[in-house]
């Protein structure tokens, strides 16, 4: 195969064949080199440039409309996220609003403690239950009566108050209390102290009756005395 | 055989030797390399196929070059440079794809 070549091996021609092939080799090489290197672009011809250059632009313009599309995702989800927070701490506030309101949840704040004792004759409840109104008129948010024995009575809407059958005190959803009682009651307490002073208020009617009232504002009222959530048997929500 | 060894010499005088090709050369190298493959790869077909000449082993080389530049070149002025050239690139693709397959039928009867 190549022993044809021999014989003609110091002829010019076969001179200017190595020639042609060292070039070609070391052009070969030279080439590699420069298309491997940063400055290919530096070589590269105008409409090689001009489409390169075309080909990004298109690409860029492809990538910025993603971006435009992923940010209003973004944007959509975090809003959305930040809605159901939102709506999930305002589920929570209310729902410890009502807790309380209810009397299912123990509170604390700033207010009065208001002990009435019986001096010259027996509390009745309808003055306990006038001061229990008077509190609530002046703003009270949560309220439970105390007894002289260490019961506890926590009052909501639905409670009652009626004197006990056989003269021994006061019954309050179930509870029979005795005296003293002791009246926790959260709420702003300068506003719940005027309203038990006004002349002819809750102050003078006990002490018209024969007992005495002291009203002492704290700031902290712990109304830990819980309900039991009966639920209702007749009314309903109508919406 | 010498031209293998020329090949070789030239491809290590290439890779030692870092030279600054002239700016206005530089977009032609890629087609002229190309082009002047088609010439060796032809040539080695014609030595197996028992027809080689020295003379036109070289006058293709040198014209398949000149001509490939060439017509790249005018492409450029023309407005056509990209087109052109893709064109010259497929021929001279086809032409060295049909002198290897010849090869390979010559070296492995397949």
Avoid: W
Wanted: negative net charge; contains cysteine.
């Amino acid at each position: 195969m190549v022993s044809g070549i021999r014989p003609g091996r110091c002829s010019p021609v076969s001179v200017v064949i190595a020639l042609l092939v060292g070039v070609l080799g070391f052009t070969l090489a030279v080439q590699l080199r420069t298309s491997g290197s940063p400055d290919r672009l530096a070589t590269a011809r105008q409409d090689d440039l001009v489409r390169l250059l075309s080909d990004l632009d298109a690409r860029e313009a492809r990538l910025r409309q993603e971006i435009a599309e992923l940010e209003e995702t973004r944007a959509r989800l975090e809003s959305g996220a930040q809605g159901a927070e939102e709506a999930l701490a305002e589920a929570r506030r209310r729902a410890d609003a009502v807790g309380i309101l209810a009397g299912v949840l123990p509170a604390e704040g700033p207010g009065l403690c208001v002990v009435l004792t019986p001096t010259r004759a027996d509390i009745p409840a309808s003055a306990l239950l006038n001061a229990v109104q008077e509190l609530r008129g002046a703003g009270a948010e949560a309220m439970q009566i105390r007894d002289g024995a260490g019961l506890a009575v926590r009052v909501v809407a639905s409670s009652y108050l009626v004197d006990a059958s056989d003269g021994s005190g006061i019954v309050s959803d179930g509870t029979t209390l005795t005296a003293p009682y002791t009246l926790d009651v959260i709420g702003d307490p300068a506003t719940m102290r005027t309203a038990l002073r006004i002349p002819g208020g809750v102050i003078d009617d006990i002490r018209r009756i024969g007992g005495t009232v002291a009203v002492t504002a704290r700031e902290t009222i712990a109304v830990t005395a819980l309900r039991h959530d009966e639920g209702l048997s007749y009314a309903k929500p109508t919406s | 055989m010498y031209v293998v060894l020329a090949a070789a010499f030239g491809v290590l005088c290439g890779l030692i030797v870092d030279p600054d090709i002239p700016v206005y050369v530089q977009p032609y190298m890629p087609i002229a390399v190309v082009a002047a493959l088609d010439a060796v790869f032809g040539a080695a077909r014609a030595k197996l196929d028992g027809i080689f000449d020295q003379r036109q082993f070289v006058v293709s080389f040198v014209s398949n070059v000149l001509v490939a530049a060439l017509i790249v070149y005018l492409g450029d002025q023309l407005g056509v440079g990209g087109q052109l050239s893709t064109g010259v690139v497929v021929v001279l693709g086809v032409r060295i794809f049909g002198n290897v397959a010849a090869i390979r039928r010559h070296l492995f009867r397949a």
